[in-house]
């Protein structure tokens, strides 16, 4: 089989027969037909829930040993990693250092097409080499067609080296899927448009990365119940979140909430613990320490 006609039988490039009328149906069957094939993404997620439960628990004790998480990827699947990293500082207070992203063609390819720069298989290495990419860090690789060669080079390298290999991919038994250790296969089959894998195949990249990184930070201690206690404090929408995040946790008025966060320095953490344990900075820093950071430990931990 030659390579045209290996691309031509992945699953995401055939072409459905049920969409063959899309130029001529109108507005609000347009919206109907794409919402139904949207609604496809998530039992195809719930297929692979096993799979993804292995990727997070490895890397949450990679990560909680001071490893990182790397996200590599081309086109859509590159911007949809570089997504992911990038909201999770604002989100967890996780330093760039602890999550990156990168994406074929680097930042030029964030915002414009860089389509040849997906088939280097050498330059997603060099990339995790200038990192200093380590056995004790966590590389996903990001394709929708599973055979992207700067990403199967980049998990080849991550494999030699002995970091924690997951690859994400639209196709199942892909190229990726052979080099990763860890291999979540969502089957969300032809897309709407023949090959458009920013419909389906993006959709469940995006909803797939939401769980790894949520649920990695809920496992790192960085909520208490659903709120996100971790949350850098950068603009005056912010402030008032986390006012709002400390009286639901501790039942304070604002003003109590507020007087609580400016005395803490602004660590949401700290001004909980501060509240309801009736204690000083220095002593929630204390319980937070020996409770590996986790709030709900922090609060019955005896000193």
Do not use: W
């Amino acid at each position: 089989m030659s390579f045209d006609e290996d691309l031509a039988a992945l699953r995401t490039e055939q072409v459905d027969e049920k969409f063959a009328m899309l130029d001529v149906m109108s507005v609000g069957e347009l919206i109907r037909v794409m919402n139904e094939s949207d609604a496809e993404v998530p039992p195809a997620i719930a297929k692979v829930t096993s799979e993804i439960e292995s990727a997070i628990e490895g890397i949450v004790d990679r990560m909680v040993s001071g490893g990182r998480l790397i996200y590599i990827g081309a086109g859509t699947s590159g911007r949809l990693g570089v997504l992911d990293a990038a909201e999770l500082g604002p989100t967890f207070s996780v330093s760039p250092t602890e999550v990156l992203a990168f994406i074929a063609g680097g930042e030029d390819a964030l915002r414009h097409a860089v389509e040849a720069a997906e088939d280097n298989l050498d330059s997603g290495v060099a990339e995790l080499r200038e990192i200093n990419l380590s056995s004790k860090d966590c590389l996903i690789g990001i394709a929708a067609s599973g055979r992207t060669p700067y990403v199967i080079g980049a998990l080849n390298y991550a494999n030699e080296v002995g970091a924690l290999t997951v690859g994400l991919t639209n196709n199942p038994g892909s190229d990726i899927s052979r080099v990763a250790q860890i291999s979540i296969e969502v089957d969300t089959g032809p897309e709407l448009l023949a090959g458009s894998t920013r419909l389906k195949s993006g959709t469940a990249q995006k909803l797939v990365l939401n769980m790894i990184s949520t649920i990695t930070m809920i496992r790192m201690g960085k909520t208490f119940g659903n709120l996100m206690v971790d949350l850098q404090i950068t603009n005056e929408k912010l402030q008032e979140r986390a006012i709002r995040i400390i009286q639901s946790a501790t039942g304070a008025n604002a003003l109590e909430a507020a007087n609580a966060l400016e005395l803490s320095g602004n660590r949401v953490k700290l001004a909980i613990l501060m509240n309801l344990l009736h204690i000083n900075a220095e002593e929630a820093e204390e319980r937070l320490k020996i409770a590996s950071n986790h709030t709900r430990v922090a609060l019955e931990t005896h000193l």
